[in-house]
């Protein structure tokens, strides 16, 4: 009686090479449903977009790229939306002070491609910063943003730290994504998600402001519409909103910074010849701009400030850093001017609010614009 052997599994090209012999590696689609794990190949290998394609050079540089320009645009839609609801909250505030009207159409201009070539060119921008260096920027606002909270008195709060934040937040948030998605077998694909849902995001918070610019007078008033009524009811809520956000953020931030930057040593001692000069220059820094000020004069007080911590940051770099993160500080600088000049209509209002809540606001802008002889624009004298 003849039995009838079962066909014989395919054989493993790992284990044939392993074994001396010559068999050349099989494709994929030539062995069995079961032989994958048994060849060891992983699910995350069968499924990911990048084991598809051939291994040529310049692919990786390509998915590395695109990588960046998705955090990039994380970073930028999250900029969005904070300036967005801060537009939102100011726009309430100028409604219900009739002494503000300049100050509201100001703030309710509709500038639609201004605000889409903002969103593009600070992509761009976040997306050509290295980690390093966006780290770095990450821990100076992180400490300057604790010192003028710590400067302030019981129960105040600056409303200019939510504009001056707007490039820190996006570093921030590219650090944080480089942090937790290292190593991800779905790196690209997870970040394509999140810069979807950011992006939605983003989209809905835009909409929010023109809507409360162009209808919140007329709806607040008849109460007509549900989300102006919720607005006039909770819209004093919105900075405390903010600033949980903001906090949450830059906490996740600064762990992620902290390790990134660690990461480039390889002893303790090249640790503590970087991060000791490093905590001395920003310490410098914090306290010239508790000086600056105090008998700041102005707008130009801000974009001063800017100039000086860059400066410091590039001295710092050119001793301790690489070629390449200097070219990085260049970037950041043209970062943190783009954000300060694209906001300058609310950073005026937030001048204003700060010192009628304060008469001395000891944070990081400058003297009250009513003693200095400076006015926000479109405001009659």
């Not at 001692?269 to 410098?284: D, N, Q």
């Not at 301790?320 to 950073?347: F, K, M, P, Q, Y």
Request: with cysteine; net charge positive; hydrophobic share 50%.
């Amino acid at each position: 009686m003849l039995i009838k052997r079962a066909p014989a599994a395919p054989a493993c090209p790992n284990n044939d090479l392993l074994a001396g012999g010559a068999t050349p590696r099989l494709r994929p689609a030539d062995l069995g449903a079961g032989a994958w794990l048994h060849c060891g190949f992983s699910p995350s290998e069968m499924f990911s977009l990048g084991s598809w394609l051939p291994p040529l050079p310049g692919l990786a540089w390509g998915w590395a790229l695109l990588d960046a320009l998705l955090q990039g645009l994380v970073g930028a839609c999250a900029v969005s939306v904070l300036c967005s609801l801060l537009k939102v909250y100011l726009y309430i505030q100028c409604v219900n002070s009739p002494e503000r009207q300049a100050e509201k159409e100001a703030i309710a201009a509709r500038r639609p491609l201004l605000g889409l070539l903002h969103v593009l060119v600070l992509t761009a921008l976040l997306a050509l910063v290295g980690s390093r260096v966006a780290a770095l920027v990450v821990l100076e606002f992180s400490l300057r943003a604790l010192s003028t909270i710590l400067s302030l008195g019981k129960g105040a709060h600056s409303s200019q730290l939510y504009l001056l934040c707007q490039y820190s937040l996006g570093c921030g948030v590219s650090c944080g994504l480089s942090f937790l998605l290292e190593g991800a077998p779905h790196r690209s694909w997870n970040l394509a998600l999140a810069a979807g849902l950011a992006g939605l995001l983003a989209l809905h918070a835009r909409r929010l402001a023109r809507h409360v610019c162009a209808l919140y007078e007329l709806h607040s008033r008849e109460r007509y519409c549900g989300v102006c009524i919720l607005l006039l009811a909770a819209g004093h809520g919105i900075p405390r909103l903010l600033r949980r956000a903001l906090a949450l953020t830059f906490a996740v931030a600064d762990l992620a910074a902290v390790e990134l930057i660690n990461r480039d040593f390889l002893s303790t001692g090249e640790a503590v010849r970087f991060w000791t000069p490093l905590t001395i220059c920003y310490t410098l820094l914090v306290v010239y701009m508790q000086e600056e000020s105090r008998q700041s004069t102005g707008r130009g007080s801000v974009f001063r400030t800017v100039l000086v911590r860059m400066g410091g940051l590039f001295i710092l770099l050119l001793t301790v850093g690489r070629w390449t993160d200097i070219l990085h500080v260049l970037v950041s600088l043209l970062g943190e001017l783009w954000c300060l000049l694209r906001s300058g209509v609310l950073l005026e209002s937030c001048w204003r609010q700060d010192f009628a809540q304060q008469p001395r606001l000891d944070g990081l802008s400058g003297s009250r614009p009513e003693e200095t002889g400076s006015r926000p624009e479109g405001t009659p004298r």
